[in-house]
């Protein structure tokens, strides 16, 4: 399928990526995994009622998808590639799907001042990243036209209802939706198995969890935070959804200057090398993955105001200053508050 949505985070131990259940674990707690998005997807799931395996399966891989046939833009087919495609001043009726994700990006880049913006594509191709990269040099012509043809306020997104929705096309702008679609892709998948009728379950794609119900015995669904950390960080995500922005997944290299694929779009260059990851805890992953984003983008200073304003649930890590010691930890008070049982 490519890599449609891998842009981030890669997540590491904890229970949600365990390769096989736990002896100790009941038999009615299941587990099924699988490719996506060019990365992972993982579900631990309590299954008293046994329900079928296969229909679980085909449950979670017909959401995804229908996220990757609207959202990537690495199928050439997807509605946003026709989109990206379009010419300037067609009217394109959006799926609902896209549609809340569009709604959920153009929300937090009013919110933010523009730290994620839904037309970034063609600055991150710019900085060689995405299905169009620039894979030599960077090209100063072309990333002075990319930031021509980048900016949320220049779309006409018009929402009348949930199921109603139209964006139109201004001329050469480029759709790049992975700093929310992939989160989005876990709340979908979550509906999906929902509808099922399964209420206890853990769901993960590339990194980014959510938390639905309990464990059989009762206790809550609890993670390993991912990152550099200095210490492990575990989370329970009781009713939550978890998503990590961080620095060290993709990166470029180029005549002797290292940046990551975190573009600011205000600026149209790669964000400072000061934070090594930002983690959020959220009731709906798209909006963790959304803000991940944000918070990055904004750094360790404006961000954690901006979160902690917000009563955002955010874990900064920052790089040492010397660039060799241990990194940093910084917690917004709403993340220490739904932490504090983990």
């Not at 842009?7 to 904890?14: D, E, F, L, N, T």
């Not at 063609?122 to 299905?131: D, E, K, N, Q, R």
């Not at 009728?197 to 959510?210: A, Q, S, T």
């Not at 400072?272 to 909006?287: D, E, F, I, K, N």
Request: glycine share 10%; hydrophobic share 45%; proline share 6%.
């Amino acid at each position: 399928m490519g890599i449609s949505f891998a842009s981030r985070s890669s997540w590491h131990g904890g229970y949600a990526n365990a390769a096989v259940p736990r002896l100790a674990d009941p038999a009615r707690l299941h587990q099924l995994a699988g490719r996506t998005m060019g990365t992972t997807w993982s579900l631990r799931f309590d299954n008293p009622a046994m329900r079928p395996l296969a229909a679980v399966r085909e449950a979670v891989e017909s959401a995804l998808a229908r996220v990757i046939a609207q959202m990537s833009h690495w199928e050439a087919d997807a509605e946003i590639s026709r989109f990206n495609r379009a010419p300037a001043g067609t009217r394109h009726t959006l799926s609902a799907e896209f549609a809340r994700v569009m709604a959920c990006a153009l929300q937090w880049a009013e919110d933010s001042g523009g730290a994620i913006d839904p037309t970034v594509g063609a600055l991150v191709a710019s900085w060689g990243f995405g299905p169009d990269a620039n894979d030599g040099p960077i090209d100063t012509d072309a990333l002075e036209a990319a930031r021509e043809r980048t900016g949320w306020r220049k779309l006409a997104f018009d929402m009348a209802d949930d199921a109603t929705a139209t964006l139109i096309q201004p001329g050469g702008f480029a759709l790049d939706l992975s700093g929310v679609a992939k989160g989005f892709a876990v709340d979908h998948g979550v509906e999906a198995l929902r509808a099922l009728g399964l209420e206890d379950f853990l769901f993960e794609i590339g990194g980014e969890l959510r938390g639905v119900g309990r464990r059989p015995g009762g206790q809550p669904w609890r993670v390993q935070v991912d990152g550099e950390l200095p210490a492990p960080v575990h989370v329970a995500l009781d009713g939550l959804a978890i998503a990590t922005s961080g620095d060290r997944w993709h990166q470029r290299e180029h005549a002797g200057r290292r940046w990551s694929h975190t573009i600011d779009p205000r600026s149209g260059e790669p964000v400072p090398a000061g934070l090594a990851s930002v983690t959020v805890l959220h009731a709906q992953c798209m909006h963790a993955d959304a803000l991940a984003t944000v918070l990055t983008v904004l750094g360790p200073e404006e961000g954690f105001a901006f979160a902690e304003a917000r009563g955002i649930a955010a874990l900064f890590v920052a790089h040492a200053a010397d660039g060799d010691g241990p990194p940093s930890l910084r917690a917004t008070p709403a993340w220490a508050e739904r932490t504090a049982s983990a």
